[in-house]
């Protein structure tokens, strides 16, 4: 009967199996019939399957064409490394036709089975499995490029007040209204202060209403001054604008509907004349510009908005410059006539 110190030894035996010749571990190794008795090679990791072949199997347990040459040429196998013929075992081509059987029926005693299973369930067994593929793949990420929304007014939107506001204060910036909804914006920010209040236009934004919708931007500022905010930031955007018909109109009804400061007012002016000495090698242009200038003087100095006497040599200098344009020497006339009348109330 095999004793418990006997399957200890067993125990050991399978536990220092690792790397070296097959010869190596015949020092450690139990008597032969123990391993014939109590082994199960069908339960064992490769390395230790050939040991176990090599020392106690017999041609029957073999699988293939590397465990029959253990079992039948010991002589020449006893020198192999065990790392060698691991990976020769794991490489062979050859299939194993059928199931390893038992080296003998394992002894009908209750101990010796509960020691068993403990050896059994202590090892872990290596699963023979192919090396999986690995793909060499690369994922881009979607860059997303986010620019001004594109509003699609064909399909039904909100008819709250201030929904419609900011709709077609958003689509003014972009191109011009139709009357409809020109007349529907300035008719929804008359019937309450809170709707000017919470339009949200900004100075930033100015430019762009004043170049499509120059009616609706003049009447915006002037409503937004009416409800006490300060336009100071928007006067400061006007000036710092390119020069053009709808800038020079934008400014020309404000000052019909609003008191213009005055810093303001002679800034606009030198900046406007400035601009046009600024277009002389351009004559197609000038000509154009000086006139709209021009138009745009005469027409501050007849609504009294503008002193001609606290600007009159900025615009005469004006005036003499582009003298060859009718509209400039209108308004050189009409400045004489003023310092005439001047003199004559002195």
């Not at 072949?53 to 253990?70: I, S, V, W």
């Not at 101990?111 to 690995?134: G, K, N, Q, W, Y």
């Not at 979607?142 to 399909?155: F, H, K, M, R, V």
């Amino acid at each position: 009967m095999i004793s418990k110190n006997q399957i200890d030894q067993v125990y050991d035996f399978l536990k220092s199996i690792n790397d070296g010749t097959l010869e190596s571990y015949r020092k450690s190794l139990p008597e032969s019939w123990i391993l014939n008795q109590v082994i199960d090679v069908a339960s064992l990791t490769p390395s230790q399957r050939i040991v176990c072949l090599y020392f106690a199997g017999d041609e029957t347990q073999c699988g293939n064409a590397l465990e029959k040459r253990l079992v039948l040429n010991k002589e020449q196998c006893g020198q192999c490394n065990l790392r060698q013929l691991v990976d020769e075992w794991s490489t062979s081509n050859q299939q194993i036709t059928h199931q390893p059987q038992n080296m003998r029926a394992i002894i009908q005693c209750a101990s010796l089975r509960h020691a068993l299973e403990h050896i059994f369930t202590t090892f872990s067994i290596d699963h023979l499995r192919p090396v999986p593929t690995t793909i060499q793949s690369s994922f881009n990420w979607i860059s997303l490029q986010i620019t001004d929304p594109l509003w699609d007014y064909t399909i039904e939107v909100s008819q709250e007040p201030l929904v419609r506001i900011k709709e077609n204060l958003l689509k003014a910036q972009q191109s011009k209204l139709s009357q409809k909804e020109a007349q529907e914006t300035i008719d929804l920010l008359n019937q309450d202060q809170r709707n000017v209040l919470d339009s949200g236009i900004t100075p930033n934004q100015l430019p762009n209403l004043i170049e499509y919708n120059p009616d609706l931007s003049s009447f915006l500022l002037a409503r937004i001054n009416q409800c006490g905010i300060s336009i100071h930031e928007y006067f400061e955007c006007l000036i710092q604008m390119k020069i053009s018909l709808q800038s020079l109109e934008v400014v020309n009804k404000l000052s019909n509907s609003i008191k213009l400061p005055e810093a303001f007012l002679h800034m606009y002016l030198t900046k406007c004349i400035q601009y046009c000495e600024e277009l002389q090698p351009k004559q197609q242009m000038v000509s154009r510009y000086v006139r709209l200038v021009a138009v745009f003087i005469k027409t501050l100095i007849k609504s009294k908005t503008l002193d001609p006497k606290k600007r009159f040599t900025e615009i005469q200098g004006f005036c003499i410059e582009f003298s060859k344009i009718p509209e400039a020497s209108q308004l050189f006339k009409q400045l004489k006539e003023t310092g005439v009348e001047e003199k004559q109330h002195q």
